[in-house]
Nanobody, 125 residues
Framework: QVQLVESGGGLVQAGGSLRLSCAASGRTFSSYTMGWFRQAPGKEREFVAA????????YYADFVKGRFTVSRDNAKNTMYLQMNSLKPEDTAVYYC??????????????????WGQGTQVTVSS
């Protein structure tokens, strides 16, 4: 069974940085797409970034381009989200997710089979 565990969330001032981690276990992820999503109170869960585990191609939502970077460490089976220049509107619970087919549109949350429990990111103004 696939398990995804996020860490690294917290409280930061606007303009600051955080790095989220998603430790994955239970399978070989070479064919997977791994993604980051977020959900703010009263809003739908939205796509943030994704990476194809094989090849490392990355995808980003327009609102994070140039500020966030997604990466992975194959040896550690861990995905990261480096978040710089954080804004109060980035406040949300951040989730990592895994798409076992590895072929779907990375920004489509309905294609992801597995989800972590989420980590809170709060950006103060």
């Amino acid at each position: 069974q696939v398990q995804l565990v996020e860490s690294g969330g917290g409280l930061v001032q606007a303009g600051g940085s955080l790095r989220l981690s998603c430790a994955a276990s239970g399978r070989t992820f070479s064919s997977y797409t791994m993604g980051w999503f977020r959900q703010a109170p009263g809003k739908e869960r939205e796509f943030v970034a994704a990476i194809r585990w094989s090849g490392g191609r990355t995808y980003y939502a327009d609102f994070v381009k140039g500020r966030f970077t997604v990466s992975r460490d194959n040896a550690k089976n861990t995905m990261y989200l480096q978040m710089n220049s954080l804004k109060p509107e980035d406040t949300a619970v951040y989730y990592c997710a895994a798409d076992s087919s590895g072929l779907g549109r990375p920004n489509n949350k309905n294609l992801y089979d597995y989800w972590g429990q989420g980590t809170q990111v709060t950006v103060s103004s």
